[in-house]
Protein backbone atom coordinates (compact mmCIF):
# COMPACT_ATOMS: atom_id res chain seq x y z
CA UNK A 1 0.00 0.00 0.00
CA UNK A 2 0.80 3.53 -0.69
CA UNK A 3 0.02 6.74 1.12
CA UNK A 4 0.07 10.11 -0.05
CA UNK A 5 -0.19 13.37 2.37
CA UNK A 6 0.22 16.62 0.77
CA UNK A 7 0.65 19.65 3.45
CA UNK A 8 1.86 23.69 2.86
CA UNK A 9 -1.11 24.62 1.37
CA UNK A 10 -2.91 27.91 2.27
CA UNK A 11 -3.66 31.35 1.35
CA UNK A 12 -1.60 33.82 -0.28
CA UNK A 13 -1.80 36.92 -1.76
CA UNK A 14 -0.88 36.95 -6.09
CA UNK A 15 3.23 37.16 -6.86
CA UNK A 16 3.62 35.16 -3.12
CA UNK A 17 4.95 32.10 -3.25
CA UNK A 18 4.03 28.66 -1.30
CA UNK A 19 6.04 24.96 -0.92
CA UNK A 20 3.91 22.12 -0.99
CA UNK A 21 5.22 18.75 0.20
CA UNK A 22 4.24 15.60 -0.23
CA UNK A 23 5.62 12.59 2.03
CA UNK A 24 4.90 9.14 1.04
CA UNK A 25 4.80 6.03 3.34
CA UNK A 26 4.03 2.24 3.35
CA UNK A 27 5.49 -0.81 2.65
CA UNK A 28 5.32 -0.45 -1.14
CA UNK A 29 6.55 2.96 -1.07
CA UNK A 30 9.55 2.17 1.32
CA UNK A 31 10.44 -0.90 -1.23
CA UNK A 32 10.09 1.12 -4.51
CA UNK A 33 10.91 4.53 -5.78
CA UNK A 34 7.92 6.14 -7.92
CA UNK A 35 7.89 9.06 -10.69
CA UNK A 36 5.94 11.66 -9.23
CA UNK A 37 3.59 14.03 -9.99
CA UNK A 38 1.25 17.17 -8.84
CA UNK A 39 -2.27 17.48 -10.48
CA UNK A 40 -4.64 20.42 -9.65
CA UNK A 41 -8.20 21.12 -9.45
CA UNK A 42 -10.13 24.07 -9.74
CA UNK A 43 -14.34 24.38 -8.75
CA UNK A 44 -16.06 23.02 -12.02
CA UNK A 45 -12.76 22.31 -14.09
CA UNK A 46 -10.76 18.57 -14.42
CA UNK A 47 -8.22 17.54 -12.85
CA UNK A 48 -5.01 18.97 -14.35
CA UNK A 49 -1.49 18.06 -14.66
CA UNK A 50 1.03 20.72 -13.16
CA UNK A 51 4.49 18.63 -12.70
CA UNK A 52 6.28 15.63 -12.43
CA UNK A 53 9.78 14.30 -11.71
CA UNK A 54 11.50 10.92 -12.21
CA UNK A 55 12.15 8.03 -9.54
CA UNK A 56 15.98 9.65 -9.07
CA UNK A 57 15.20 13.55 -9.66
CA UNK A 58 17.18 13.55 -13.23
CA UNK A 59 13.96 14.09 -15.54
CA UNK A 60 11.05 16.72 -14.77
CA UNK A 61 8.16 18.20 -16.86
CA UNK A 62 5.87 20.84 -16.13
CA UNK A 63 2.90 22.30 -17.62
CA UNK A 64 2.86 25.49 -19.56
CA UNK A 65 1.24 27.64 -17.20
CA UNK A 66 3.58 27.12 -14.73
CA UNK A 67 6.78 27.13 -16.25
CA UNK A 68 9.18 29.41 -15.09
CA UNK A 69 7.18 29.86 -11.94
CA UNK A 70 7.00 26.63 -10.47
CA UNK A 71 9.84 23.94 -9.59
CA UNK A 72 9.65 20.02 -8.75
CA UNK A 73 12.20 18.31 -7.08
CA UNK A 74 12.26 15.43 -4.39
CA UNK A 75 14.26 14.08 -1.31
CA UNK A 76 14.34 10.06 -1.54
CA UNK A 77 15.24 9.80 1.79
CA UNK A 78 12.42 11.53 3.42
CA UNK A 79 10.61 9.71 1.22
CA UNK A 80 9.22 13.33 0.16
CA UNK A 81 7.94 15.54 -3.13
CA UNK A 82 7.91 18.99 -3.41
CA UNK A 83 6.53 21.45 -5.37
CA UNK A 84 7.76 25.20 -4.74
CA UNK A 85 5.55 27.68 -6.57
CA UNK A 86 6.71 31.28 -7.23
CA UNK A 87 4.88 34.16 -8.49
CA UNK A 88 1.49 33.02 -7.90
CA UNK A 89 -1.74 34.27 -9.68
CA UNK A 90 -5.76 34.05 -8.78
CA UNK A 91 -5.36 31.13 -11.60
CA UNK A 92 -3.47 28.83 -9.84
CA UNK A 93 -6.11 28.45 -7.18
CA UNK A 94 -7.01 24.79 -7.19
CA UNK A 95 -6.65 21.50 -4.68
CA UNK A 96 -3.62 20.50 -5.51
CA UNK A 97 -2.78 16.55 -5.69
CA UNK A 98 0.53 14.56 -5.18
CA UNK A 99 0.37 11.24 -7.05
CA UNK A 100 2.71 8.09 -7.45
CA UNK A 101 3.39 6.84 -11.22
CA UNK A 102 2.04 4.09 -12.62
CA UNK A 103 5.63 1.14 -12.58
CA UNK A 104 4.88 0.39 -16.01
CA UNK A 105 5.22 4.00 -17.51
CA UNK A 106 8.68 2.86 -17.04
CA UNK A 107 10.95 5.96 -17.71
CA UNK A 108 8.41 7.69 -19.33
CA UNK A 109 7.40 10.87 -17.13
CA UNK A 110 3.17 10.87 -16.99
CA UNK A 111 1.22 13.97 -17.61
CA UNK A 112 -2.27 12.33 -17.70
CA UNK A 113 -4.35 11.71 -15.08
CA UNK A 114 -4.43 7.89 -15.64
CA UNK A 115 -0.45 7.41 -15.40
CA UNK A 116 -0.77 7.67 -11.66
CA UNK A 117 -2.08 4.88 -9.46
CA UNK A 118 -2.07 6.49 -6.05
CA UNK A 119 -3.30 10.26 -4.97
CA UNK A 120 -3.40 11.59 -1.85
CA UNK A 121 -6.12 13.80 -0.34
CA UNK A 122 -5.06 17.34 -1.91
CA UNK A 123 -4.28 20.70 0.25
CA UNK A 124 -5.95 23.30 -0.79
CA UNK A 125 -4.36 26.66 -2.24
CA UNK A 126 -5.86 30.25 -2.34
CA UNK A 127 -4.43 33.46 -4.56
CA UNK A 128 -6.15 36.32 -3.84
CA UNK A 129 -5.83 39.46 -6.18
Known amino acids: QVQLVESGGGLVQAGGSLRLSCAGSGRSFSSVVFAMGWFRQAPGKDREFVAA????????QYADSVKGRFAIFRDNAKNTVYLEMNSLKPEDTAVYYC????????????????????WGQGTQVTVSS
Open 99 to 118: AAARQDLGVVIGTNVDDYAY
Open 53 to 60: ISRIGGMT
